[in-house]
């Protein structure tokens, strides 16, 4: 009984955010998360996301999307200028009404489970609500962001 009441209270500190040394930070999980799964296109010698707005075709071509090696290029497609754009790529597609995931779940692990926690980790990075598809101003069918939501965001370095 005992053990029990204490894998209870346990769980019920993580999931209030009350285990403080278990805070997801840039530096500790989400640097080494990117490294691993996104650098071969996304790493340091890949555009930043301005230039590769300039010629999305051509770096795709050559298997380089947008750099995500540094806490601010990666912050770029969060909150902006491409805001929700991590979210869309990387998303499993649960919360959406076709449940199709976004283009680049897959590169998130060798398995589901994997992907799964990946996933976790950079959710709980970005912070409860904060992780979203919408854009910075609507476009289509995605919605604009709103303060509220840009307000849930943590991304802790």
């Not at 930070?25 to 590769?52: K, M, W």
């Not at 919360?95 to 199709?100: L, V, Y």
């Amino acid at each position: 009984m005992h053990k029990t009441k204490g894998i209870l209270l346990l769980a019920a500190a993580l999931a209030s955010g009350a285990a403080g040394a278990s805070e997801v930070t840039y530096r500790n999980d989400v640097a080494p998360l990117i490294q691993r799964q996104c650098f071969e296109c996304h790493d340091g010698n890949s555009p930043s996301i301005v230039q590769f707005k300039t010629d999305e075709d051509g770096y795709k071509k050559k298997k380089l999307g947008p750099r995500l090696d540094t806490y601010a290029d990666l912050s770029a497609l969060i909150v902006w200028p491409d805001t929700g754009a991590l979210m869309r790529r990387l998303d499993d597609g649960s919360g959406t009404p076709d449940k199709k995931p976004g283009n680049m779940y897959k590169h998130l692990g060798e398995t589901e489970a994997e992907r799964q926690a990946n996933l976790a980790t950079l959710k709980a990075w970005i912070g409860e609500g904060g992780w979203n598809l919408n854009r910075w101003k609507k476009r289509g069918d995605v919605p604009a962001i709103t303060k509220e939501q840009l307000d849930t965001l943590k991304l802790n370095y």
